[in-house]
């Protein structure tokens, strides 16, 4: 299975910006669909966004307009910019390799990294 690694992540002020990375260990040109989640300590990882090989986005509506997810296969590598930051985006951010909407929610099915911790200060 392809190998992830996120970084990116720190300590912001409310209001500012920060830009995550996913970097694949291998070529991310056949994989169909990747995406990113987050964590906050005693909850479930959740949905923030997704990308498909052919451009298709999706946004979880907590980010939607703030948030901008991208990949570039010649890096092998995907992409969160966050803007606008609020402190309910404090957790660690993780990406996956097989994202997809199964039934009435998203489903990750593929590898993780080991996550890179974003701490947004009100």
């Known amino acids: 299975q392809v190998q992830l690694v996120e970084s990116g992540g720190g300590l912001v002020q409310a209001g500012g910006s920060l830009r995550l990375s996913c970097a694949a260990s291998?070529?991310?040109?056949?994989?169909?669909?990747m995406g990113w989640y987050r964590q906050v300590p005693g909850n479930q990882r959740e949905f923030v966004a997704r990308?498909?090989?052919?451009?298709?986005?999706d946004y979880a509506g907590s980010v939607k307009g703030r948030f901008t997810v991208s990949r570039d296969n010649a890096k092998n590598t995907m992409y969160l910019e966050m803007n606008s930051l609020k402190p309910d985006d404090t957790g660690v951010y993780y990406c996956?390799?097989?994202?997809?909407?199964?039934?009435?929610?998203?489903?990750?099915?593929?590898?993780w990294g080991q996550g890179t911790q974003v701490t947004v200060s009100s």
């Open positions: 996956n390799s097989d994202v997809l909407w199964l039934g009435a929610t998203w489903h990750a099915l593929g590898s």
């Open positions: 990308i498909t090989r052919s451009g298709r986005i």
């Open positions: 291998e070529s991310i040109f056949t994989i169909n669909s």
